[in-house]
T-cell receptor, first 115, second 114 residues
Framework: AQKITQTQPGMFVQEKEAVTLDCTYD???????LFWYKQPSSGEMIFLIY??????QNATEGRYSLNFQKARKSANLVISASQLGDSAMYFC????????????FGDGTTLTVKP | ETGVTQTPRHLVMGMTNKKSLKCEQH?????MYWYKQSAKKPLELMFV???????ENNSVPSRFSPECPNSSHLFLHLHTLQPEDSALYLC?????????????FGNGTRLTVT
């Protein structure tokens, strides 16, 4: 079974609107970390936001927030006030406690922001 | 220069060639990684180094040979590659191997094997 599932291959959002990118994960570890990365067409993967499995509050970083629902094993990324520069591929990733540094990535979601 | 730097940005090589990819990080991190990104496939972890010691080889064919002389530099030596090895090769670093340590990536090397 896939450890990270991103069910939306492509998403469109109007500039200045909010958008939610879905991510569900599968692990038997109690300790794990969840990450979101952005990959523009230039290729570089950029770290956006992190959520630890024991964190009770949802993580926020500027316009990015992570909607963490542990019981549902979901870690959706919410981007508020979308900008044209947000158009990119977005990857959800997980590090498990027993993984010794290994990060597992989802297939990614391509976000296009329309003017 | 800051961040993670990879060279070359683009590489075209024949199946009998030998080439090397270079990665350098200026972040003072202890762990370094090689990832392969192919079209229509999720990122595949290839190798992990921690304090310049290899801690993970994700069943990578021997035609890929990593080298980590110190915590700041990582190489990927390539020889007798196959066309299916054409991909974007991403180097990353992290402060440590712990759960909360995000990866910092370079721009990648776009490799084409002819």
């Amino acid at each position: 079974a896939q450890k990270i599932t991103q069910t939306q291959p492509g998403m469109f959002v109007q500039e200045k609107e909010a958008v939610t990118l879905d991510c569900t994960y599968d692990t038997s570890d109690q300790s794990y970390g969840l990450f979101w990365y952005k990959q523009p067409s230039s290729g570089e993967m950029i770290f956006l936001i992190y959520q630890g499995s024991y964190d009770e509050q949802n993580a926020t970083e500027g316009r990015y927030s992570l909607n963490f629902q542990k019981a549902r094993k979901s870690a959706n990324l919410v981007i508020s006030a979308s900008q044209l520069g947000d158009s990119a591929m977005y990857f959800c990733a997980m590090r498990e406690g027993k993984g010794a540094g290994k990060s597992t990535f989802g297939d990614g979601t391509t976000l296009t922001v329309k003017p | 220069e800051t961040g993670v730097t990879q060279t070359p940005r683009h590489l075209v090589m024949g199946m009998t060639n030998k080439k090397s990819l270079k990665c350098e990080q200026h972040l003072g991190h202890n762990a370094m990684y090689w990832y392969k990104q192919s079209a229509k496939k999720p990122l595949e972890l290839m190798f992990v180094y921690n304090f310049k010691e290899q801690t993970e080889n994700n069943s990578v064919p021997s035609r890929f040979s990593p080298e980590c002389p110190n915590s700041s530099h990582l190489f990927l030596h390539l020889h007798t590659l196959q066309p299916e090895d054409s991909a974007l090769y991403l180097c990353a670093s992290s402060q440590e191997l712990g759960l909360g340590s995000p990866l910092h990536f370079g721009n990648g090397t776009r490799l084409t094997v002819t």
